[in-house]
């Protein structure tokens, strides 16, 4: 059983920079792929970007590439995502999560343990 809390949503200005983190309880943390996701009022959830158990590979969203960065740091069992140049459309609840079992990355059904997300407001 793996615990997800993110923290480090708020409120920016367009432009602007925030670092979310997801710290993970349990001890095989270092086992599972981690991803950030992210819903808007209205919209689906959608993929954001995913790292490796290693850290070795990650993959981003079109949209969010070259803005925004996830890395991990195993030993603290956290993810970070760090993310640069807000625009109002990057509005939304973000979330992290931990898969273990094969399937898309980008599919949010085949991740095993959710966050309760975090709020992310980029104002215009």
């Known amino acids: 059983q793996v615990q997800l809390v993110e923290s480090g949503g708020g409120l920016v200005q367009a432009g602007g920079s925030l670092r979310l983190s997801c710290a993970a309880s349990?001890?095989?943390?270092?086992?599972?792929?981690m991803g950030w996701f992210r819903q808007a009022p209205g919209k689906e959830r959608e993929f954001v970007a995913t790292?490796?158990?290693?850290?070795?590979?990650?993959v981003y969203l079109d949209s969010v590439k070259g803005r925004f960065t996830i890395s991990r740091d195993n030993a603290k069992n956290t993810v970070y995502l760090q993310m640069n140049s807000l625009k109002p459309e990057d509005t939304a609840v973000y979330y992290c999560a931990a898969k273990t079992s094969a399937g898309s990355y980008y599919v949010p059904s085949t991740y095993d343990y959710w966050g309760q997300g975090t709020q992310v407001t980029v104002s215009s």
């Open positions: 790292i490796s158990w290693t850290g070795g590979t990650t």
């Open positions: 349990g001890r095989t943390f270092s086992s599972y792929r």
